[in-house]
């Protein structure tokens, strides 16, 4: 079908135009050529680097009466550079990627009915071709269950003659074979080199990798992330087995590779493994033996059939996948129109399979990319061929790692959030140290921008972005909801709370006062943006950005509820309660627009990508329409002043902003703004938009993206933030007809839903858990088999409960162009668990 199948008919020219593969741990990219194929392999845990000292030596003690006495004579600027200089300073590691599996075919002749293909229904990636009469297919899938990556190659004849070889761009790697056996071993690079250029070029190091190289052959100064002091020393141990099962022909081992000739069908086997034993634990020198872990899996894999691995795999994929399908039932017919042109056509086609086919792409990477036991999915997801990567392909927390995960409960793949969650408890025993160290507060901290090893003190960089200590407030949002999302008391008990106690004591710590009695964060930036100062200096740090204070008013009000709950830490209740009460309010600007600062500070960059400010409408849920018009109101004047054009992953945030804002027209605008061909097409879009391969372009390849328009396409249809579960809340006229079923709500609801011109035909709410159900729509309904009373008051389920944010400091009072009123009809029933409840039109 349409909306589950990515489909071209040409091989893939480049990395951004080749299919993703995984199972959440193993990574390929796979190219589908017609003489060679190409794989190029990732493995999550595969990081330049070691374990570090976490703790560096900075402290802010000495200087942090100097620092917030220049914020508040601003000379914010000044404050930049002190901290850029006094306050940074840690080296980062970067996701590496494994190397590259190669097929060398040597077909020749005309190709008829090339297509590549990859079935996101089943996690299956195919390609076929007609060539000299012969009928050619290779099939691909990336196991779970049996922690391998599958390749199969038939021919309707036996001319099936292929060179099997292993590359890497690292220069430690090597390559061996043994019968029936390839073998590529080697080790990721330090931290840093003191390696001579000449010993680089020796290794071809150079010639791979220019850009790492200023035009005079000097390495360039920003690219820390070479090679350790010594080949064999500091860096991960990988290793990377394939094994092949040949049908019929003749299978040979030359020198680091393997031959087959005159064959009809082979089946390849991949496992691959690294030395990675824990964030703590140095690789080289604690490490697993990856040797050990490859060869277990492949005796495990080997002695089951190709048709018993593919139907582990597929079973193992259906039950997650299968929960959630989006209908959007407009059909064109584009069966005969490839991925890559229906992109190209969007905004002309209108076509909402499309859209249904990328809703579908960002669940499949996400199951994809974080399974149980595995890494959380960084920046790149886990896909990446470069050795130094964008951002180092980490976990970029001030907005990047967190959207990665927002479909993760309301598309109905709690699951997959396992990784994120055993990183948070791992960053908080090293950031405890870094509280404790650097900052002589309680509790724990982390900063943005960390790898595989954990690191919670500020990297290198500038001040705008690499000075931010938000991390955990932010990333402890995601243990919240998935209690609201689950009602597991255990969870919240044994997982949230003590995270949250911890994150709670630092902040409480790290507030002061500011010159109105207000409690405010001492120093922070509002992530990546800057201002004009008093004195018309750019400038980042200040005290107080609104997204800080609305991390803490979010996380106090939480932990408090938590204790209450709980009926523990009564001392730290009551000083929660005090400082959230002195918490400086929200301000509304003097253009009608939510103040990104505590000072009305003119941008520097109106239009700049992000919206931290706005983080109480979304993913927060301290504003909304009903109880904080005045600051849902400001909230829209931002959103129309930042404007529609942005980078990839920044219009994935808008979609769900205008959803919020209850506006489907225009996050149906963004989605459109999103599907610019990105590379290709005979008009070349240099902003955001899409790749080739429906990968997000920032540029360059950023995943959140992918994962950020998945949770909007959600967050449109179904809402449950505000105290109650609204259907169709922000539905756009070019969906007047479709249906979609499996959506989760918090409180433990399950939604299936069809609409026709625009209203609710019917909806089905089924309950995991019971409690009250408080519903919204734009139509009156009715509710089959329970009694609907019309709702009033606080939703008396627990798991409804939203922020107070307290009444705005509001700086104009003009009208604010572009708001209507909202009529809405809100009951409430009672529901048992298990049963489900019919809603239909009255």
Not at 52 to 77: E, M
Not at 263 to 274: D, K, Q, R, Y
Not at 503 to 516: K, V
Not at 816 to 830: A, E, L
């Amino acid at each position: 079908m349409n909306n589950y199948t990515l489909w071209y008919n040409h091989p893939a020219a480049g990395w951004n135009e080749a299919l993703p593969l995984g199972n959440g741990s193993l990574g390929a990219m796979v190219f589908g050529g017609i003489g060679n194929e190409h794989l190029q392999l990732n493995e999550s845990t595969f990081y330049s680097g070691e374990p570090s000292q976490n703790y560096k030596g900075v402290t802010i003690t000495g200087d942090f009466d100097k620092v917030i006495g220049d914020l508040r004579d601003g000379k914010n600027g000044e404050v930049d550079e002190f901290i850029r200089k006094n306050w940074l300073g840690r080296s980062r590691a970067n996701y590496e990627p494994l190397g590259d599996l190669y097929f060398k075919m040597g077909n020749v002749g005309e190709v008829i009915s090339y297509r590549r293909e990859l079935d996101i229904s089943r996690s299956v990636l195919k390609i076929s071709c007609l060539q000299n009469g012969v009928n050619y297919t290779r099939e691909f899938f990336a196991s779970h269950p049996d922690s391998v990556i599958m390749v199969k190659f038939t021919a309707s004849k036996p001319v099936l003659n292929i060179d099997v070889t292993f590359e890497s761009v690292h220069p430690t790697a090597k390559c061996e074979a043994h019968n029936n056996i390839l073998i590529m071993k080697g080790q990721a690079p330090g931290y840093s080199s003191n390696r001579t250029l000449k010993q680089i070029e020796s290794w071809g190091y150079q010639n791979k990798y220019p850009e790492l190289f200023n035009p005079d052959g000097t390495r360039k100064s920003d690219k820390e992330n070479l090679y350790g002091d010594e080949i064999g020393g500091s860096g991960t141990f990988f290793e990377t087995r394939v094994l092949a099962r040949n049908k019929d022909g003749e299978l040979t081992s030359g020198t680091g590779s393997l031959h087959l000739r005159n064959s009809s069908e082979v089946v390849f086997i991949l496992a691959a493994a690294t030395s990675f034993n824990g964030f703590d634990k140095s690789p080289s020198r604690e490490g697993r033996n990856p040797e050990k872990i490859t060869k277990r899996i492949l005796d495990k894999a080997v002695s089951k059939s190709y048709e018993t691995l593919k139907k582990n795999h597929e079973n193992d994929y259906k039950q997650l996948f299968d929960r959630v399908n989006l209908d959007l039932t407009i059909r064109i017919k584009h069966d005969t129109v490839p991925t890559d042109h229906r992109i190209i056509n969007f905004v002309q086609n209108n076509d909402p399979g499309l859209v249904e086919l990328l809703f579908n792409y960002g669940r499949y990477l996400m199951i994809s990319g974080s399974r149980e036991g595995g890494q959380p999915l960084n920046l790149q997801g886990i896909w990446n061929d470069k050795v130094n990567p964008p951002w180092t392909s980490g976990y970029t927390t001030n907005i990047n790692t967190e959207m990665n995960y927002w479909p993760a409960e309301v598309t109905n793949l709690p699951e997959c959030q396992e990784p994120l969650f055993k990183m948070v408890n791992e960053i908080a025993e090293n950031g405890k140290e870094t509280a404790r160290k650097m900052y002589h507060r309680r509790g724990w901290v982390a900063h943005h921008n960390w790898s595989i090893w954990r690191e919670t003190t500020p990297n290198n960089g500038g001040a705008g972005s690499a000075f931010w200590n938000m991390s955990g407030g932010w990333l402890l949002s995601h243990f919240w909801e998935h209690y609201l999302f689950s009602g597991d008391v255990d969870f919240l008990k044994n997982e949230a709370y003590p995270l949250m106690r911890g994150a709670a004591m630092f902040y409480a710590d790290w507030l002061i006062e500011d010159q109105n009695g207000y409690l405010v964060t001492a120093a922070n930036n509002s992530p990546e943006n800057s201002f004009l100062n008093s004195k018309g200096e750019k400038a980042a740090i200040s005290s107080g950005p609104t997204m800080d204070m609305a991390i803490v008013r979010e996380l106090f009000t939480r932990t408090i509820e938590t204790a209450s709950l709980l009926n523990c830490d009564k001392e730290l209740v009551t000083e929660l309660h005090l400082k959230l009460g002195r918490l400086a309010p929200y301000r509304i600007g003097s253009k009608g627009q939510l103040q990104e600062w505590q000072t009305d500070y003119t941008e520097a960059e109106p239009s700049h990508r992000h919206q931290s400010h706005l983080y109480g409408l979304y993913p927060g849920n301290q504003i909304n329409s009903e109880s904080t018009p005045e600051l849902f109101h400001a909230v829209k004047q931002s959103m129309l002043l930042r404007g529609d054009e942005s980078t990839g992953w920044s219009m994935g945030w808008k979609i769900n902003l205008w959803a919020r804002l209850l506006d489907g027209n225009h996050a149906y605008t963004i989605i459109g703004n999103l599907f610019k061909p990105v590379g290709f097409g005979e008009i070349k879009h240099s902003g955001g938009g899409l790749y080739q391969n429906m990968f997000d372009a920032h540029p360059p390849f950023q995943i959140d993206g992918n994962f950020g328009f998945t949770a909007g396409i959600a967050e449109m249809l179904v809402q449950s933030h505000a105290g109650l579960i609204q259907l169709l809340p922000a539905l756009p006229d070019n969906w007047p007809l479709g249906k979609v079923k499996g959506l989760r709500t918090r409180g433990g609801f399950v939604v299936d839903l069809e609409w026709k011109e625009g209203k609710i035909r019917k909806a089905v709410i089924t309950s995991t858990r019971g409690g009250n159900c408080r519903i919204r729509t734009y139509q009156p309904v009715k509710v089959q088999n329970a009694l609907a009373v019309q709702a009033s008051g606080e939703n008396p389920n627990p798991l409804f409960h939203i922020i107070n944010p307290g009444k705005p400091l509001n700086k104009t009072k003009a009208a604010i162009p572009g708001i209507s009123d909202y009529h809405f009809h809100t009951v409430d029933f009672r529901t048992e668990k298990g049963k489900s409840y019919s809603i239909t039109d009255i």
